[in-house]
């Protein structure tokens, strides 16, 4: 059923304020995804505080130019095109389309996104979802931190202990 003009502006408002609210955006086509693929897909991305929604290219479009996002013809899309709106993590909404296209091969394909208010090719995407995680790169910090105190630790302890051999064997060599 087709839509009338005032629930084609509440869509377009809701558009311009998820444009606005999100980190990044990634643009997929996809095609024959059933409903329970399209759930799944919705409550990963959900748990993520992402959101995918499957939206009419033409509004996209006007979303697009009204957030002065430009670069991105959602009308070159031959397929269905869907947007996944990130609200926390930059990478995480590239991580788990890329992760659910591994398990539906040729059912969904980056087409494109934005990241920091700049439109990227659908290459940058693909990029962005081999990047590790917040919580990796966090782990990563913390273990770089720590190495150095840790062999610290080590190299004072091996002197204490060397210490201890030696007064060890004083100590023999006088019995």
Not at 59 to 80: C, Q, R, T, W, Y
Not at 122 to 145: C, F, H, N, R, T
Request: proline share 3%.
């Amino acid at each position: 059923m087709a839509k009338t003009k005032l629930q084609k502006q509440e869509i377009l408002r809701d558009l311009d304020h998820k444009i606005k609210d999100s980190k990044s955006i990634v643009f997929t086509e996809f095609n024959a995804l059933g409903v329970k693929q399209n759930e799944e897909l919705r409550n990963k991305l959900k748990e993520q505080d992402s959101e995918y929604l499957v939206v009419k290219k033409t509004l996209l479009d006007i979303a697009l130019k009204n957030g002065k996002l430009e670069g991105f013809d959602p009308k070159s899309v031959a397929g269905k095109l869907s947007v996944v709106f990130g609200y926390q993590d930059e990478v995480a909404p590239a991580k788990i389309v890329d992760e659910f296209k591994k398990d539906n091969p040729d059912q969904i394909t980056f087409v494109g996104g934005v990241l920091e208010n700049a439109v990227i090719s659908a290459d940058q995407v693909e990029a962005l979802a081999k990047m590790p995680s917040k919580p990796e790169l966090y782990a990563k910090i913390v273990g770089s931190i720590n190495a150095p105190v840790s062999g610290f630790v080590n190299v004072l302890a091996g002197n204490m202990r060397s210490l201890v051999y030696a007064l060890n064997a004083i100590k023999e060599q006088k019995n």
